[in-house]
């Protein structure tokens, strides 16, 4: 099945579930799909599907949950980007589904997951999500969560864009045949809500980097905020491919002059 900007627009984190397993065929469906996720970084990424009772495994702001999806990667040059990118391939399957998921990496008992997940010393497993269904009402948490995180918001368009190089501000009427993939980007689930995505584009290109928040990089997550851009570049390429639009990502850093605390990330080239 083909990721589409419709599943873009319709996930939501969830955080209360209703307490219904899922059946075992959709997570046959997901098993599937996970086996075959692949990323243009060529960083392989582990996923299990992980049964809450069984490993004992929960979330302090998470209810009514049964299953979760855990992935791990070993610690190769790429790897959180590569991460970023191949768990939002599911998180979007999952919600095309009718599933409901959000990404947990702060708010987990990490001993429990990186015990079930069978962690080794050269492993990271940045983040994981329950799979389930939505209780018809949010709990009074998850609402105050979503208040103090600004949920359901995103930083301008022109702040987080830009033309040429880091001076020019982009405006929407200005971004032609890459607005809406970078609308989609904007819609991005970020650790947080951080949203540390920052876009230069040319005509041809579109640089990604990742305009750096302190702490946010730790030894049991790695940098979260490069799972954050691998999260970005996945929606962006979903809409271009959708539009027909035919490119690749690549890395290869233009050399513009970046704001403190920023590095490039990678690349949209489009095909001559
Ligand atoms: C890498 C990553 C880590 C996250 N970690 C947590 C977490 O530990 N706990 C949590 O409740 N939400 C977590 N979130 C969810 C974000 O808070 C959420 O995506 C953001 O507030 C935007 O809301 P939305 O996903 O509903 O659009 C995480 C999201 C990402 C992308």
């Known amino acids: 099945m083909k990721l589409s900007i419709e599943t873009i627009k ?3 984190s969830v955080r209360t579930y209703d307490k219904i397993k899922v059946p075992d065929s959709v997570v046959d469906d997901i098993k599937k ?3 075959q996720i692949e990323n243009p970084f060529q960083v392989p990424i582990d996923f299990r599907i992980l049964d809450a009772k069984e490993h004992n495994l929960g979330s302090s702001v998470i209810i009514g949950e049964n299953t979760y999806v855990a992935a791990k990667y070993r610690k190769v040059l790429n790897a959180e980007i590569a991460f970023g990118y191949s768990f939002e391939r599911f998180i979007l399957f999952a919600t095309s589904l009718g599933l409901a998921t959000v990404w947990l990496a702060g708010t987990i008992d990490r001993k429990a997951f990186e015990n079930a997940m069978q962690l080794k010393e050269d492993e990271v497993m940045p983040a994981v999500s329950p799979i389930g269904y939505a209780a018809k009402k949010r709990s009074v948490r998850e609402n105050l969560m979503r208040k103090g995180l600004k ?3 995103r930083v301008l368009f022109e702040k987080l864009f830009f033309k040429g190089d880091f001076q020019n501000p982009l405006k929407e009427s200005e971004a032609n045949h890459w607005l809406i993939p970078l609308q989609m980007l ?5 650790a947080t809500n951080k949203q540390p995505w920052r876009v230069v584009v040319e005509e041809k290109r579109v ?3 990742e305009e750096k928040t302190k702490g946010y990089a730790q030894e049991k997550t790695g940098d979260i905020q490069k799972v954050d851009l691998g999260i970005a ?4 390429e979903i809409a271009a491919e959708e539009l027909g639009l035919k490119g690749n990502i690549i890395q290869k850093d233009p050399g ?3 704001p403190k605390n920023t590095e490039y990330i990678a690349t949209y080239e489009l095909e001559d």
């Open 151 to 153: 949920s359901d918001d």
């Open 233 to 236: 570049i996945c929606h962006f």
């Open 33 to 35: 799909y996970i086996g």
């Open 256 to 258: 513009f002059t970046i």
């Open 207 to 209: 640089h990604f980097y």
């Open 186 to 190: 904007r819609l991005s689930p970020s």
């Open 10 to 12: 319709n996930r939501v």
